[in-house]
């Protein structure tokens, strides 16, 4: 599994002047706080990602059905489905689709996540709260940034 | 035997960061077989805590980190942006006065402050608060009705913990229940005001029943914890302190009801 050096990653913020990028990067958020999913689709629409933002891993996969995803950003905790099965279901349904966990709970890295990690091929594992420049940073490994064209004047 | 690990240890398996400062964190070696079963449950409670301040930090932070890199006119929605921040802030405050809680209720010292107290008013802006819960989560299925609320008397009381109680259950309630309704109905019966949250969610499995109102223990569908495992148990000792009951029935995949009864007659301390 690569390993992507989150410095060495081209740096995905724009600034209002730069020219648009190619389309693509439509990605699947996950977690059952609507604030914080909502929150990361406002971070990575800084760097002209389209996002889809759901609430639990039953609904992920719904989604899953309707809409191509680029890659997926999913909590850990969650109630009925955790991360870890949402993550099981993507790697037997989608292959090897970019898989990134963003998860409050330290312990999950501590001692057990790393080699669960590997067992589901998860490309990254990032701590909340997780600051823009890191998430956009990891992301661009991925993904290229998305400048949308400036709307409006 | 005192566990000499930090007190928040921090990840060490080389891919996460501390992503407050970006720096790559060092590994720790963590003895975690050697700590007895009081320190392990006291490093989950804790951990369990950070999760809870951690999830409506991140919404601060990256709502911050948001407004950062725009210009002031290139944001349209300040005010709605603002909004989510102070929702977080208002979370983590709570998060932070359940531990306060915990802490003055460990060393004996978590007093009531009573007054007469109109529980009508009480169910209502806990009932609210509960509704604002669903859509947080996003649960456009699942409705809170108290259609059968009945008027209840006033009864001396600590309105701010007994209104901490009831959205508690309320809370849980609409956590563990995917769609459908959730019942708050209230009577009175034996001198005693009753409120009963009757959801039709998950339910609690037989030999979960135990833990329901200890501290620490979660009993929870998926694998991970949920919330700081501190809710009820916080809540049960309220509600013995105001010389009431609190139980449960549950069955398993038909859903659960939480019952308070709190005597009506009690006068105030002399």
């Known amino acids: ?153 | 035997m005192m566990n000499t690990a930090p007190l928040y240890p921090e990840p060490g398996n080389g891919r996460a960061t501390n992503s407050l400062d970006g720096e790559p964190l060092e590994s720790t070696s963590l003895q975690r077989n050697e700590s007895s079963q009081s320190d392990n449950e006291r490093l989950g409670f804790i951990s369990n805590f950070s999760h809870e301040l951690r999830n409506p930090l991140s919404s601060i932070v990256g709502t911050l980190d948001y407004l950062l890199t725009h210009r002031a006119h290139e944001v349209s929605s300040v005010r709605d942006l603002l909004e989510r921040m102070d929702r977080s802030a208002r979370h983590v405050l709570e998060v932070l006065n359940t531990l306060v809680d915990y802490s003055r209720l460990e060393a004996g010292k978590l007093a009531l402050r009573r007054e007469w107290t109109d529980l009508n008013v009480v169910i209502r802006s806990a009932r609210d608060i509960a509704i604002g819960y669903v859509e947080k989560l996003g649960k456009h299925a699942l409705t809170i009705d108290t259609g059968a609320l009945y008027d209840l008397p006033p009864i001396h009381a600590d309105e701010t913990k007994i209104r901490q109680v009831l959205i508690n259950i309320l809370h849980n309630a609409v956590k563990f229940t995917e769609e459908g309704t959730i019942h708050l109905i209230t009577w009175i019966e034996n001198d005693h005001v009753h409120i009963a949250v009757k959801d039709n969610g998950i339910g609690i499995r037989t030999r979960d029943r135990d833990k329901i109102f200890k501290a620490y223990e979660q009993v929870n569908p998926s694998d991970h914890p949920y919330g700081a495992g501190l809710g009820l148990y916080i809540s049960k000792s309220i509600v013995e302190m105001h010389g009431g009951r609190i139980w449960f029935e549950s069955e398993y995949g038909q859903g659960t009801t939480f019952y308070v009864a709190l005597p009506i007659h009690t006068s105030p301390p002399s």
């Open chain 1, 1 to 153: 599994m690569p390993i992507p050096a989150a410095q060495a990653a081209p740096h995905g913020q724009t600034s209002p002047g730069q020219p648009a990028a190619i389309s693509g990067g439509h990605i699947l958020i996950v977690d059952d706080d609507e604030l914080v999913g909502s929150t990361v689709a406002l971070m990575l629409e800084t760097a002209g990602y389209s996002t889809r933002v759901v609430v639990s891993g039953v609904e992920a996969l719904r989604w899953l059905e309707l809409e191509r995803y680029d890659l997926i950003v999913t909590d850990l905790c969650m109630p009925v489905m955790s991360g870890w099965e949402l993550i099981a279901e993507i790697r037997s349904r989608l292959g090897s689709i970019p898989v990134f966990i963003l998860t409050a709970f330290v312990d999950e890295l501590l001692y057990e996540s790393k080699g669960r990690a590997d067992d589901l091929q998860v490309d990254e594992i990032l701590l909340k709260p997780v600051r823009l420049k890191d998430l956009l940073g990891r992301l661009a490994a991925y993904l290229p940034p998305q400048v949308r064209p400036r709307a409006g004047p």
